[in-house]
Nanobody, 125 residues
Framework: QVQLEESGGGLVQAGGSLRLSCAASGRTFSSYVMGWFRQAPGKEREFVAAISRNGGNTRYLGSVKGRFIISRDNAKSTIYLQMNSLKPEDTAVYYC??????????????????WGQGTQVTVSS
C-alpha cells in the first residue's frame, strides 16, 4: 500500500529551473529505491533519474546529467528532482515511481511498481 504524489511542475522559459517533489505514504520510505520518469506526447515513458535507499547511488538519463539532481529526504518521505538549465526537449509529464523489490537502482520503468499521477513541466523556447 503506497501512494505517491508529485508537485512542482509548471511553465518555465528555456534556461530556467524547477524543483519537483514527490511525497510518499503508506510504507517505510527509506526501504525503497525511487525514480523519476517522464513522458512527452506521442513518446514512450523514459527514465530520468533514480536514487538508492540512502541516497548514495544515483543514475541519470544522459541528456539530463549535469543539469538535473535527484535527492531524497527520508524523514519527510519525499524525493526531489532539481531541474536546471531546462530545455524545450524537457517538456513532458514527470512521474515519480517506487521500486518495492529493488536490488539495484534500475533505469527501466518495468522495475517500478508504484506510480504517482504525474506533474506537467513545460519549457518554452
Amino acid at each position: 500500500q503506497v501512494q505517491l504524489e508529485e508537485s512542482g511542475g509548471g511553465l518555465v522559459q528555456a534556461g530556467g529551473s524547477l524543483r519537483l517533489s514527490c511525497a510518499a505514504s503508506g510504507r517505510t520510505f527509506s526501504s525503497y529505491v525511487m525514480g523519476w520518469f517522464r513522458q512527452a506526447p506521442g513518446k514512450e515513458r523514459e527514465f530520468v533519474a533514480a536514487i538508492s535507499r540512502n541516497g548514495g547511488n544515483t543514475r541519470y538519463l544522459g541528456s539530463v546529467k549535469g543539469r538535473f539532481i535527484i535527492s531524497r529526504d527520508n524523514a519527510k518521505s519525499t524525493i526531489y528532482l532539481q531541474m536546471n538549465s531546462l530545455k524545450p526537449e524537457d517538456t513532458a509529464v514527470y512521474y515519480c515511481a517506487l521500486d518495492s523489490g529493488a536490488l539495484v537502482v534500475s533505469m527501466t520503468s518495468y522495475a517500478y511498481d508504484y506510480w504517482g499521477q504525474g506533474t506537467q513541466v513545460t519549457v518554452s523556447s
